[in-house]
């Protein structure tokens, strides 16, 4: 079975600095996808960004970028310039692409504080 | 608007008693999904469903059933034999293989 793990249950970071988010996963499977999903205190799912486990350049969207180490199962987050707005919860997130399941397999969350 | 629609916002339960929550979808999406949430634990899958009228359990299923009798529709029901069903549920949906899902708002469950 497929297994996420989050080893900071929380972090902060000053606002307009940088700050990276752990996570590793657990699998046997080479076909698969990663994710970053945010929760805001209105507990609304928000898709922050994915990478494909075929594809060796990193994923980014705007201020949040990955360094995915496939060798190493790690898919780190990094948020720069952080913003107010950045402040939730954070979940990594697997799925593998092979087999007719292809459900979303969660790590435990880091909640992010963006202190002013 | 495109979206996924759960209710009620929160619910609260007497020992006891069934209850169900409902996921309504217009997206077009094939698949539907339940995931229970606690704090400190993340997201947990509770029962999935890739096409209508067939679905799978997901880790933690005991106590839960469900429904797929249209596509647009995946309630589920919180038996009284779940033995601690507070929590916050999540529904959402995804294509076969898009790359991730699409999630509602939620539904705070509170036994009483």
């Known amino acids: 079975a497929q297994t996420v793990t989050q080893s900071q249950p929380e972090m902060s970071v000053q606002e307009a600095e940088t700050v990276t988010l752990s996570c590793t996963y657990d699998t046997s499977e080479s076909d698969y996808y990663l994710f970053w999903y945010k929760q805001p205190p209105s507990r609304q799912m928000i898709l922050v960004i994915r990478q494909e486990a075929y594809k060796q350049q990193n994923a980014t969207e705007n201020r949040f970028s990955v360094n995915f180490q496939k060798a190493a199962k790690s898919f780190s987050l990094k948020i720069s310039d952080s913003q107010l707005g950045d402040a939730a919860m954070y979940f990594c997130?697997?799925?593998?692409?092979?087999?007719?399941?292809?459900?979303?397999?969660f790590g435990s969350g880091t909640q992010l504080t963006v202190l002013p | 608007d495109g979206g996924i629609t759960q209710s009620p916002k929160y619910l609260f339960r007497k020992e006891g008693q069934n209850v169900t929550l409902s996921c309504e979808q217009n997206?077009?999406?094939?698949?539907m999904y339940w995931y229970r949430q606690d704090p400190g634990q993340g997201l947990r899958l509770i029962y999935y469903s890739q096409i209508v009228n067939d679905f799978q359990k997901g880790d933690i299923a005991e106590g839960y059933s469900v429904s797929r009798e249209k596509k647009e529709s995946f309630p589920l029901t919180v038996t009284s034999a779940q033995k601690n069903p507070t929590a916050f549920y999540l529904c959402?949906?995804?294509?076969?293989?898009?790359?991730?899902?699409?999630f509602g708002s939620g539904t705070r469950l509170t036994v009483v």
């Open positions: 997130a697997y799925r593998r692409e092979s087999g007719s399941a292809r459900q979303l397999t």
């Open positions: 959402a949906t995804s294509y076969t293989r898009d790359y991730g899902y699409t």
């Open positions: 997206l077009n999406h094939d698949a």
